[in-house]
């Protein structure tokens, strides 16, 4: 069973960038697609993008095309989420989340723990 | 971008009882649908895709259909644990949620 462990919570100021790593252990890496998925506080699910490493197949949602860089490394079984000119808004929770059959369809499966990532002055 | 109409956005029912939540797409998506339930402080969890597919442990209790652009989860006799956010998603092109329906203790 794959477990994804994400990078710890960050505080960040306005304009800045944040970086969140998601590693993958127990499961294969390359062939599966790995999908980022944010939650404000208190608010629904939004989906920003995925990554299937073997491919090389990066989908962004057109909500972030021009702040968000998902990469991923095969070697680690790590992939990233970076987010830049962050401004208040962008404080939520950051999931990275799996498919469960390895056939690239955005489906989420097995799901990292979150991070919450706070922008405040 | 397809977006998803969901509704309602808030579903109040009692233990043992039957709910349907539904979702609409804005155009067509095949089958490409799935339904997630969502705890308090913890990531979501899939229940269908394929719009009708149990996810592996789900109970049978959980069930999906499709008509058209429309999509219904039922919970056939509530239990106790159902009490939660539930999301579908579109995987169609990208991926879209809809807004989400808090199922509440009635």
């Known amino acids: 069973q794959v477990q994804l462990v994400q990078s710890g919570a960050e505080v960040k100021k306005p304009g800045s960038s944040v970086k969140v790593s998601c590693k993958a252990s127990g499961g294969t890496f390359s062939t599966y697609t790995i999908t980022w998925v944010r939650q404000a506080p208190g608010q629904g699910l939004e989906w920003m993008g995925r990554?299937?490493?073997?491919?090389?197949?990066?989908d962004y949602a057109q909500n972030f095309q021009d702040r968000v860089t998902i990469t991923a490394d095969k070697f680690t079984s790590t992939a990233y989420m970076e987010l830049s000119s962050l401004r208040s808004g962008d404080t939520a929770v950051y999931f990275c989340?799996?498919?469960?059959?390895?056939?690239?369809?955005?489906?989420?499966?097995?799901w990292g723990q979150g991070t919450l990532v706070t922008v405040s002055s | 971008d397809i977006q998803m109409t969901q509704s309602p956005s808030t579903l109040s029912a009692s233990v043992g009882d039957r709910v349907t939540i539904t979702c609409r797409a804005s155009q067509g998506i095949n089958i490409y649908l799935a339904w997630y339930q969502q705890k308090p402080g913890k990531a979501p969890k899939l229940l269908i895709y394929?719009?009708?597919t149990l996810q592996r442990g789900v109970p049978p209790r959980f069930s999906g259909s499709v008509s058209g652009t429309e999509f219904t989860l039922t919970i056939s006799s509530l239990q106790p644990d159902d009490f939660a956010t539930y999301y579908c998603?579109?995987?169609?092109?990208?991926?879209?949620f809809g807004q989400g329906t808090k199922l509440e203790i009635k």
């Open positions: 990554i299937i490493p073997l491919l090389g197949i990066i």
């Open positions: 998603q579109q995987y169609n092109s990208g991926a879209t």
């Open positions: 989340a799996r498919d469960p059959h390895g056939n690239y369809a955005t489906l989420m499966d097995s």
């Open positions: 394929g719009a009708s």
